[in-house]
Nanobody, 119 residues
Framework: QVQLVESGGGLVQPGGSLRLSCAAS????????INWYRQAPGKQRDLVAV???????KYADSVKGRFTISRDNAKNTAYLQMNSLKPEDTAVYYC?????????????WGQGTQVTVSS
């Protein structure tokens, strides 16, 4: 079964750090660009960061300088290192990617991981 699974969320104080992981499992042949989104209560889902297969990276203005996206292609895993966290970073964080097997291509989402920044 092909899927994306996030982990690493939790409760952290303002100014703290968390590292989110997004692991792809199944008979994966390749993974296209990997995206991290977040959705706060009552708000739309927003794009936070993108990393392409070639390593090109883009960030939302709100997280530039604080968040770092990376990927380990050998492990089919992406990461989102979040530093200097603020209360407004509180949201459910989702990873998203197009996953390719030998017989299929699909646009997959993880189940989400909650990040709460609060004192």
């Amino acid at each position: 079964q092909v899927q994306l699974v996030e982990s690493g969320g939790g409760l952290v104080q303002p100014g703290g750090s968390l590292r989110l992981s997004c692991a792809a499992s199944g008979s994966i042949v390749s993974i296209d660009a990997i995206n991290w989104y977040r959705q706060a209560p009552g708000k739309q889902r927003d794009l936070v960061a993108v990393i392409t297969t070639g390593g090109s990276i883009k960030y939302a203005d709100s997280v530039k300088g604080r968040f770092t996206i990376s990927r380990d292609n050998a492990k089919n895993t992406a990461y989102l290192q979040m530093n200097s966290l603020k209360p407004e970073d509180t949201a459910v964080y989702y990873c998203n990617a197009i996953l390719r097997t030998s017989t299929s291509v699909g646009d997959y989402w993880g189940q989400g991981t909650q990040v709460t920044v609060s004192s």
